[in-house]
Protein backbone atom coordinates (compact mmCIF):
# COMPACT_ATOMS: atom_id res chain seq x y z
CA UNK A 1 0.00 0.00 0.00
CA UNK A 2 1.83 3.37 -1.26
CA UNK A 3 1.56 6.77 0.69
CA UNK A 4 -2.07 7.90 -1.15
CA UNK A 5 -3.56 4.61 -0.78
CA UNK A 6 -2.79 4.31 3.22
CA UNK A 7 -4.15 8.04 3.64
CA UNK A 8 -7.57 7.10 1.52
CA UNK A 9 -7.90 4.48 4.32
CA UNK A 10 -7.24 6.14 7.10
CA UNK A 11 -9.83 8.95 6.51
CA UNK A 12 -12.37 6.38 5.50
CA UNK A 13 -11.68 4.54 8.42
CA UNK A 14 -12.36 8.05 10.52
CA UNK A 15 -15.10 8.84 8.24
CA UNK A 16 -16.76 5.09 9.10
CA UNK A 17 -16.43 5.09 12.48
CA UNK A 18 -18.21 8.64 13.04
CA UNK A 19 -21.74 5.92 11.65
CA UNK A 20 -23.90 5.39 14.93
CA UNK A 21 -25.29 2.35 13.86
CA UNK A 22 -28.45 3.58 14.14
CA UNK A 23 -31.44 0.61 14.89
CA UNK A 24 -33.50 0.53 12.25
CA UNK A 25 -30.88 2.76 10.22
CA UNK A 26 -32.43 5.31 8.34
CA UNK A 27 -29.61 4.79 5.78
CA UNK A 28 -30.55 1.68 4.79
CA UNK A 29 -34.23 1.91 4.42
CA UNK A 30 -33.58 5.29 2.20
CA UNK A 31 -31.55 3.19 -0.29
CA UNK A 32 -34.10 1.87 -3.17
CA UNK A 33 -31.66 -1.07 -4.08
CA UNK A 34 -31.85 -2.53 -0.42
CA UNK A 35 -28.17 -2.03 0.17
CA UNK A 36 -27.28 -2.90 3.81
CA UNK A 37 -25.57 0.72 4.82
CA UNK A 38 -25.73 0.78 7.65
CA UNK A 39 -23.41 -2.94 7.75
CA UNK A 40 -20.89 -2.40 4.49
CA UNK A 41 -20.14 0.90 6.95
CA UNK A 42 -19.66 -1.59 10.25
CA UNK A 43 -17.38 -3.37 8.05
CA UNK A 44 -15.55 -1.02 7.17
CA UNK A 45 -14.59 0.56 10.50
CA UNK A 46 -13.55 -3.02 10.92
CA UNK A 47 -10.96 -2.78 8.16
CA UNK A 48 -13.02 -5.80 6.01
CA UNK A 49 -12.99 -3.89 2.81
CA UNK A 50 -14.09 -7.11 0.75
CA UNK A 51 -16.72 -7.82 3.17
CA UNK A 52 -17.87 -4.31 2.64
CA UNK A 53 -18.21 -4.46 -0.78
CA UNK A 54 -19.40 -8.17 -1.09
CA UNK A 55 -22.79 -6.50 1.10
CA UNK A 56 -22.93 -3.87 -1.51
CA UNK A 57 -22.59 -6.45 -4.07
CA UNK A 58 -25.35 -8.78 -2.88
CA UNK A 59 -28.16 -6.11 -3.52
CA UNK A 60 -26.49 -3.82 -6.31
CA UNK A 61 -24.65 -5.34 -8.61
CA UNK A 62 -23.76 -1.79 -10.14
CA UNK A 63 -22.71 -0.62 -6.90
CA UNK A 64 -19.27 0.63 -7.96
CA UNK A 65 -21.30 3.12 -10.50
CA UNK A 66 -23.75 4.41 -7.91
CA UNK A 67 -20.30 4.81 -5.70
CA UNK A 68 -19.50 7.66 -8.41
CA UNK A 69 -23.27 9.04 -9.50
CA UNK A 70 -25.56 8.17 -6.86
CA UNK A 71 -27.77 11.18 -5.84
CA UNK A 72 -27.15 9.99 -2.03
CA UNK A 73 -28.13 13.43 -0.51
CA UNK A 74 -31.56 12.81 -1.23
CA UNK A 75 -31.51 9.33 -1.18
CA UNK A 76 -29.31 7.19 1.96
CA UNK A 77 -27.62 10.21 3.13
CA UNK A 78 -31.10 12.14 3.18
CA UNK A 79 -31.88 10.93 6.49
CA UNK A 80 -28.69 9.91 8.13
CA UNK A 81 -28.88 10.78 11.95
CA UNK A 82 -25.72 12.40 11.54
CA UNK A 83 -26.88 15.40 10.17
CA UNK A 84 -27.90 16.66 13.73
CA UNK A 85 -24.38 16.35 15.17
CA UNK A 86 -23.07 18.27 12.31
CA UNK A 87 -23.00 16.26 8.93
CA UNK A 88 -24.58 13.02 7.73
CA UNK A 89 -21.76 10.31 6.40
CA UNK A 90 -20.41 10.40 3.34
CA UNK A 91 -22.09 7.23 2.36
CA UNK A 92 -21.80 7.47 -1.69
CA UNK A 93 -17.38 7.67 -1.28
CA UNK A 94 -17.33 5.10 1.05
CA UNK A 95 -19.09 2.96 -1.28
CA UNK A 96 -16.63 4.20 -3.91
CA UNK A 97 -13.63 3.33 -2.13
CA UNK A 98 -14.60 -0.13 -1.00
CA UNK A 99 -15.24 -1.27 -4.59
CA UNK A 100 -12.64 0.31 -6.18
CA UNK A 101 -10.30 -1.20 -3.59
CA UNK A 102 -11.09 -4.58 -4.21
CA UNK A 103 -10.96 -3.88 -8.01
CA UNK A 104 -7.81 -2.68 -7.64
CA UNK A 105 -7.33 -6.44 -5.95
CA UNK A 106 -8.10 -7.83 -9.03
CA UNK A 107 -11.28 -9.02 -6.97
CA UNK A 108 -14.56 -9.29 -9.74
CA UNK A 109 -18.23 -8.10 -9.17
CA UNK A 110 -19.26 -10.17 -6.40
CA UNK A 111 -22.72 -10.44 -7.36
CA UNK A 112 -22.07 -12.05 -10.65
CA UNK A 113 -19.66 -14.31 -9.98
CA UNK A 114 -21.70 -16.05 -7.02
CA UNK A 115 -23.06 -19.20 -8.67
CA UNK A 116 -25.48 -20.42 -5.69
CA UNK A 117 -29.37 -18.78 -5.44
CA UNK A 118 -28.64 -16.04 -2.95
CA UNK A 119 -30.86 -15.27 -0.38
CA UNK A 120 -31.78 -11.55 -0.99
CA UNK A 121 -33.37 -8.94 1.05
CA UNK A 122 -35.27 -6.15 -0.56
CA UNK A 123 -36.26 -2.82 1.01
CA UNK A 124 -39.99 -2.47 0.14
CA UNK A 125 -41.95 0.90 1.39
CA UNK A 126 -39.04 0.63 3.97
CA UNK A 127 -40.04 -2.72 4.77
CA UNK A 128 -36.94 -5.20 4.57
CA UNK A 129 -37.79 -8.53 3.54
CA UNK A 130 -35.03 -11.53 4.38
CA UNK A 131 -36.48 -14.86 2.17
CA UNK A 132 -34.92 -18.17 0.93
CA UNK A 133 -35.93 -18.00 -2.80
CA UNK A 134 -36.51 -21.55 -4.43
CA UNK A 135 -35.21 -22.26 -8.35
CA UNK A 136 -36.81 -21.21 -11.13
CA UNK A 137 -37.60 -22.80 -14.09
CA UNK A 138 -38.85 -21.55 -17.89
CA UNK A 139 -38.03 -18.32 -19.90
CA UNK A 140 -38.38 -15.02 -19.03
CA UNK A 141 -38.05 -11.77 -21.62
CA UNK A 142 -37.14 -8.39 -20.58
CA UNK A 143 -37.32 -5.39 -22.59
CA UNK A 144 -34.78 -3.35 -22.50
CA UNK A 145 -30.87 -3.24 -21.55
CA UNK A 146 -30.75 -0.49 -19.05
CA UNK A 147 -29.76 -0.91 -15.43
CA UNK A 148 -32.89 -2.20 -14.62
CA UNK A 149 -33.53 -4.84 -16.92
CA UNK A 150 -29.72 -5.94 -16.66
CA UNK A 151 -30.65 -5.91 -13.22
CA UNK A 152 -33.74 -8.00 -13.50
CA UNK A 153 -32.10 -10.36 -15.81
CA UNK A 154 -29.33 -11.14 -13.52
CA UNK A 155 -31.56 -12.07 -10.25
CA UNK A 156 -33.64 -14.39 -12.70
CA UNK A 157 -31.09 -15.31 -14.31
CA UNK A 158 -29.30 -16.89 -10.59
CA UNK A 159 -33.04 -18.24 -9.71
CA UNK A 160 -33.00 -20.16 -12.59
CA UNK A 161 -34.72 -18.92 -14.78
CA UNK A 162 -33.61 -18.95 -18.80
CA UNK A 163 -33.55 -15.09 -19.56
CA UNK A 164 -33.42 -13.05 -22.90
CA UNK A 165 -33.15 -9.49 -22.96
CA UNK A 166 -34.46 -7.41 -25.79
CA UNK A 167 -32.51 -4.39 -26.68
CA UNK A 168 -33.34 -1.55 -29.65
CA UNK A 169 -30.25 0.04 -29.44
CA UNK A 170 -26.61 -2.02 -30.66
CA UNK A 171 -25.43 -1.21 -27.31
CA UNK A 172 -26.15 -2.49 -23.60
CA UNK A 173 -26.37 -0.19 -20.59
CA UNK A 174 -29.15 2.51 -21.52
CA UNK A 175 -28.88 6.25 -20.47
CA UNK A 176 -25.39 4.72 -18.65
CA UNK A 177 -23.88 4.46 -22.07
CA UNK A 178 -26.21 6.70 -24.01
CA UNK A 179 -26.22 10.29 -21.99
CA UNK A 180 -23.71 10.35 -19.14
CA UNK A 181 -20.74 12.54 -20.32
CA UNK A 182 -17.02 12.05 -19.65
CA UNK A 183 -16.73 14.38 -17.29
CA UNK A 184 -19.44 12.70 -15.03
CA UNK A 185 -18.12 9.44 -14.50
CA UNK A 186 -14.59 7.49 -15.90
CA UNK A 187 -15.81 5.93 -19.30
CA UNK A 188 -12.93 2.55 -18.73
CA UNK A 189 -14.44 1.69 -15.27
CA UNK A 190 -18.04 2.54 -16.45
CA UNK A 191 -17.54 -0.27 -19.50
CA UNK A 192 -15.59 -2.57 -17.51
CA UNK A 193 -18.39 -2.68 -14.72
CA UNK A 194 -21.04 -2.98 -17.59
CA UNK A 195 -18.68 -5.49 -19.28
CA UNK A 196 -19.09 -7.99 -16.76
CA UNK A 197 -22.87 -8.04 -16.24
CA UNK A 198 -23.51 -7.76 -20.13
CA UNK A 199 -20.83 -10.79 -20.43
CA UNK A 200 -23.17 -13.09 -18.18
CA UNK A 201 -26.24 -12.66 -19.65
CA UNK A 202 -28.22 -13.45 -23.39
CA UNK A 203 -29.11 -10.15 -25.09
CA UNK A 204 -30.61 -9.59 -28.63
CA UNK A 205 -29.68 -6.16 -29.94
CA UNK A 206 -31.73 -4.42 -32.27
CA UNK A 207 -34.92 -5.55 -31.32
CA UNK A 208 -37.41 -2.62 -31.51
CA UNK A 209 -40.66 -3.37 -29.17
CA UNK A 210 -43.67 -3.15 -30.70
CA UNK A 211 -42.36 -3.87 -34.38
CA UNK A 212 -39.99 -7.09 -34.09
CA UNK A 213 -40.92 -8.12 -30.92
CA UNK A 214 -44.65 -8.08 -29.04
CA UNK A 215 -45.84 -9.17 -25.58
CA UNK A 216 -48.46 -11.68 -27.44
CA UNK A 217 -44.92 -12.67 -29.75
CA UNK A 218 -43.41 -13.35 -26.79
CA UNK A 219 -46.26 -15.56 -24.75
CA UNK A 220 -46.51 -17.49 -28.35
CA UNK A 221 -42.76 -18.23 -28.07
CA UNK A 222 -43.29 -19.34 -23.94
CA UNK A 223 -41.99 -16.96 -22.43
CA UNK A 224 -43.85 -16.81 -19.54
CA UNK A 225 -43.48 -13.78 -18.08
CA UNK A 226 -42.17 -9.94 -19.10
CA UNK A 227 -40.64 -7.08 -17.69
CA UNK A 228 -40.61 -3.47 -19.66
CA UNK A 229 -37.91 -1.73 -18.79
CA UNK A 230 -36.83 0.13 -22.25
CA UNK A 231 -36.96 3.72 -20.43
CA UNK A 232 -38.01 6.85 -21.44
CA UNK A 233 -36.32 7.37 -25.19
CA UNK A 234 -38.22 9.97 -26.73
CA UNK A 235 -36.83 12.91 -26.08
CA UNK A 236 -39.54 16.04 -26.08
CA UNK A 237 -39.67 18.49 -28.42
CA UNK A 238 -40.04 22.46 -27.99
CA UNK A 239 -41.95 24.07 -30.96
CA UNK A 240 -40.65 27.61 -31.19
CA UNK A 241 -40.14 30.12 -34.19
CA UNK A 242 -36.86 29.39 -35.58
CA UNK A 243 -36.53 25.92 -33.88
CA UNK A 244 -35.24 24.81 -38.06
CA UNK A 245 -32.29 26.87 -37.79
CA UNK A 246 -28.80 25.84 -38.08
CA UNK A 247 -27.75 25.51 -34.73
CA UNK A 248 -30.76 24.63 -32.44
CA UNK A 249 -29.93 20.71 -31.20
CA UNK A 250 -31.72 18.56 -28.88
CA UNK A 251 -29.65 17.09 -25.67
CA UNK A 252 -29.16 14.03 -27.25
CA UNK A 253 -27.44 15.89 -30.19
CA UNK A 254 -25.00 16.95 -27.21
CA UNK A 255 -24.29 14.35 -25.60
CA UNK A 256 -24.70 11.58 -27.98
CA UNK A 257 -23.31 13.26 -31.62
CA UNK A 258 -20.70 15.30 -32.67
CA UNK A 259 -21.43 17.27 -35.72
CA UNK A 260 -22.08 20.47 -33.39
CA UNK A 261 -18.58 20.51 -32.44
CA UNK A 262 -17.96 21.09 -36.20
CA UNK A 263 -19.51 24.78 -36.07
CA UNK A 264 -17.49 26.59 -33.75
CA UNK A 265 -19.98 27.66 -31.43
CA UNK A 266 -19.48 30.52 -28.57
CA UNK A 267 -22.67 30.78 -26.55
CA UNK A 268 -24.79 28.37 -25.90
CA UNK A 269 -28.68 28.67 -24.90
CA UNK A 270 -29.53 25.27 -22.52
CA UNK A 271 -33.36 25.43 -22.25
CA UNK A 272 -34.35 23.50 -18.96
CA UNK A 273 -33.25 22.46 -15.65
CA UNK A 274 -33.24 18.62 -14.96
CA UNK A 275 -29.79 16.32 -14.47
CA UNK A 276 -29.91 15.96 -18.08
CA UNK A 277 -29.76 20.04 -18.71
CA UNK A 278 -27.13 19.96 -16.46
CA UNK A 279 -24.78 17.10 -18.04
CA UNK A 280 -25.16 19.07 -21.55
CA UNK A 281 -24.32 22.41 -20.06
CA UNK A 282 -21.55 20.83 -18.69
CA UNK A 283 -20.56 19.33 -21.59
CA UNK A 284 -20.52 22.44 -23.79
CA UNK A 285 -18.31 24.27 -20.99
CA UNK A 286 -15.75 21.39 -21.27
CA UNK A 287 -15.93 21.45 -25.07
CA UNK A 288 -14.18 25.17 -24.73
CA UNK A 289 -17.69 27.17 -25.25
CA UNK A 290 -16.91 31.03 -24.02
CA UNK A 291 -20.25 31.40 -22.73
CA UNK A 292 -22.71 28.54 -21.78
CA UNK A 293 -26.66 29.73 -19.87
CA UNK A 294 -29.04 27.58 -18.74
CA UNK A 295 -32.83 29.16 -19.14
CA UNK A 296 -35.63 28.00 -16.88
CA UNK A 297 -39.62 28.59 -17.11
CA UNK A 298 -39.81 28.10 -13.30
CA UNK A 299 -38.04 29.35 -10.28
CA UNK A 300 -35.35 27.89 -7.86
CA UNK A 301 -37.82 25.91 -6.17
CA UNK A 302 -39.18 23.99 -9.51
CA UNK A 303 -35.41 22.96 -10.51
CA UNK A 304 -35.61 19.13 -11.11
CA UNK A 305 -32.15 19.11 -11.19
CA UNK A 306 -30.22 17.51 -8.10
CA UNK A 307 -28.38 20.09 -5.78
CA UNK A 308 -25.00 18.77 -6.06
CA UNK A 309 -25.55 18.48 -9.88
CA UNK A 310 -26.29 22.68 -9.78
CA UNK A 311 -23.13 23.27 -7.52
CA UNK A 312 -21.21 21.47 -9.96
CA UNK A 313 -22.64 23.60 -12.52
CA UNK A 314 -22.42 27.11 -10.77
CA UNK A 315 -18.48 25.96 -9.98
CA UNK A 316 -18.00 25.70 -13.95
CA UNK A 317 -19.02 29.27 -14.26
CA UNK A 318 -22.68 28.23 -16.01
CA UNK A 319 -25.56 31.10 -15.70
CA UNK A 320 -28.83 30.41 -14.50
CA UNK A 321 -31.83 32.53 -15.69
CA UNK A 322 -35.13 31.76 -13.67
CA UNK A 323 -38.54 32.33 -14.89
CA UNK A 324 -37.57 32.35 -18.56
CA UNK A 325 -40.64 31.35 -20.52
CA UNK A 326 -38.76 30.86 -24.11
CA UNK A 327 -41.20 32.77 -27.10
CA UNK A 328 -38.91 32.57 -30.54
CA UNK A 329 -35.48 31.46 -31.93
CA UNK A 330 -33.66 34.44 -33.71
CA UNK A 331 -32.06 34.06 -36.97
CA UNK A 332 -30.19 35.47 -39.55
CA UNK A 333 -28.62 33.78 -42.61
CA UNK A 334 -30.51 30.41 -41.43
CA UNK A 335 -28.17 30.56 -38.52
CA UNK A 336 -29.10 30.61 -34.86
CA UNK A 337 -28.39 34.80 -33.68
CA UNK A 338 -30.17 35.19 -29.97
CA UNK A 339 -33.31 33.76 -28.21
CA UNK A 340 -36.16 35.98 -27.52
CA UNK A 341 -38.09 34.82 -23.70
CA UNK A 342 -41.18 35.76 -21.82
CA UNK A 343 -40.32 37.15 -18.05
CA UNK A 344 -43.00 34.45 -16.06
CA UNK A 345 -44.56 34.15 -13.18
CA UNK A 346 -45.24 30.14 -11.60
CA UNK A 347 -49.09 29.42 -10.71
CA UNK A 348 -49.33 26.88 -7.97
CA UNK A 349 -51.52 24.01 -8.38
CA UNK A 350 -52.63 21.26 -6.22
CA UNK A 351 -50.22 18.26 -4.92
CA UNK A 352 -47.18 20.02 -5.85
CA UNK A 353 -48.06 20.63 -9.45
CA UNK A 354 -47.07 23.50 -10.93
CA UNK A 355 -47.41 26.53 -14.42
CA UNK A 356 -46.21 29.16 -15.28
CA UNK A 357 -47.77 32.27 -17.53
CA UNK A 358 -46.32 35.02 -19.34
CA UNK A 359 -46.11 38.81 -17.64
CA UNK A 360 -46.70 41.58 -19.53
CA UNK A 361 -44.51 42.06 -22.65
CA UNK A 362 -42.41 44.63 -21.16
CA UNK A 363 -40.12 42.55 -19.24
CA UNK A 364 -39.54 40.35 -22.39
CA UNK A 365 -35.87 40.12 -22.93
CA UNK A 366 -34.15 38.95 -25.99
CA UNK A 367 -30.19 36.85 -25.27
CA UNK A 368 -27.69 37.09 -27.97
CA UNK A 369 -26.51 32.95 -28.41
CA UNK A 370 -25.26 31.30 -31.69
CA UNK A 371 -26.30 28.14 -30.19
CA UNK A 372 -29.80 26.50 -28.61
CA UNK A 373 -30.29 23.50 -26.49
CA UNK A 374 -33.40 22.06 -26.09
CA UNK A 375 -33.25 19.45 -22.84
CA UNK A 376 -36.54 19.18 -21.27
CA UNK A 377 -36.69 15.72 -20.86
CA UNK A 378 -38.02 12.63 -22.52
CA UNK A 379 -41.49 10.84 -23.23
CA UNK A 380 -42.54 7.64 -22.81
CA UNK A 381 -43.49 5.76 -26.19
CA UNK A 382 -47.10 5.88 -25.53
CA UNK A 383 -48.18 4.72 -28.74
CA UNK A 384 -46.10 2.04 -28.68
CA UNK A 385 -47.48 0.94 -24.90
CA UNK A 386 -51.27 1.14 -26.10
CA UNK A 387 -50.97 -0.38 -28.58
CA UNK A 388 -49.88 -3.75 -26.99
CA UNK A 389 -52.55 -3.24 -24.46
CA UNK A 390 -50.98 -1.82 -21.27
CA UNK A 391 -52.51 0.70 -19.27
CA UNK A 392 -50.90 4.56 -18.47
CA UNK A 393 -51.79 7.49 -16.52
CA UNK A 394 -52.03 11.01 -17.30
CA UNK A 395 -48.34 11.67 -17.32
CA UNK A 396 -48.02 8.97 -20.26
CA UNK A 397 -45.88 6.69 -17.02
CA UNK A 398 -47.27 2.90 -16.88
CA UNK A 399 -49.95 1.90 -14.38
CA UNK A 400 -48.56 -0.40 -11.90
CA UNK A 401 -49.16 -2.21 -8.26
CA UNK A 402 -47.09 -2.64 -5.81
CA UNK A 403 -45.60 -6.11 -7.20
CA UNK A 404 -44.79 -3.93 -10.48
CA UNK A 405 -47.35 -5.77 -12.20
CA UNK A 406 -48.94 -3.81 -15.21
CA UNK A 407 -52.93 -4.44 -15.70
CA UNK A 408 -51.90 -7.23 -17.84
CA UNK A 409 -51.17 -10.83 -16.05
CA UNK A 410 -47.32 -11.73 -16.10
CA UNK A 411 -46.26 -8.27 -17.56
CA UNK A 412 -44.81 -6.39 -14.96
CA UNK A 413 -42.80 -2.47 -15.79
CA UNK A 414 -40.08 -0.58 -13.99
CA UNK A 415 -37.86 2.60 -13.88
CA UNK A 416 -38.14 5.16 -15.76
CA UNK A 417 -41.23 3.96 -17.29
CA UNK A 418 -43.50 3.91 -14.54
CA UNK A 419 -41.76 6.39 -12.43
CA UNK A 420 -41.74 10.76 -13.01
CA UNK A 421 -39.27 11.68 -11.01
CA UNK A 422 -35.35 11.85 -12.25
CA UNK A 423 -33.78 8.64 -13.84
CA UNK A 424 -31.13 7.26 -11.11
CA UNK A 425 -29.16 4.27 -11.54
CA UNK A 426 -29.77 3.00 -8.34
CA UNK A 427 -33.96 3.62 -8.42
CA UNK A 428 -33.37 1.21 -11.64
CA UNK A 429 -31.68 -1.45 -10.05
CA UNK A 430 -34.18 -1.57 -7.27
CA UNK A 431 -36.90 -1.77 -9.51
CA UNK A 432 -35.56 -4.53 -11.38
CA UNK A 433 -34.73 -6.44 -8.48
CA UNK A 434 -38.32 -6.22 -6.88
CA UNK A 435 -39.92 -7.44 -10.33
CA UNK A 436 -37.26 -10.14 -10.64
CA UNK A 437 -38.44 -11.58 -7.10
CA UNK A 438 -42.37 -10.48 -7.94
CA UNK A 439 -41.90 -12.72 -11.02
CA UNK A 440 -40.43 -15.39 -9.26
Not at 55 to 63: A, H, L, V, W
Request: net charge neutral; charged share 25%.
Amino acid sequence: MNCCEEKKLKGCLLEADRCLQCYDAPCTKGCPAGVEVDKFIRLISKGDIVGAAETIEKDNPFGLICGVICPHESLCQKDCTSHKLGRPIDIRNLQRYALETVRKEGRGNSAITRDEIPVQRINMGGNIKFETYPAGEGKIAVIGAGPSGLTCAMYLKQMGYQVEIFEQTLRAGGRLTQGIPGFRINQEMLNAELKVIIDSLTIHYGKVFGADITLSGLQEQGFKAVYLACGKWREKTLKLPGSDLKGVYNSSDILLGSEWQKRNHQKAAVIGAGNVAMDVAGTLVAAGLEEVHVFFIGSNKEVTAWQSEREDAWQKGIVFHMLALPEAIVGEEGKVKAIKFNRSKVLEGENGAWSVKPLEDALNFTYAVDMVVTSIGFDTPRDVLTAQGIELNKTGHIVVDANLQTNLPDIFAGGDLTESHSFSVVRAVGDGKRAALNIH
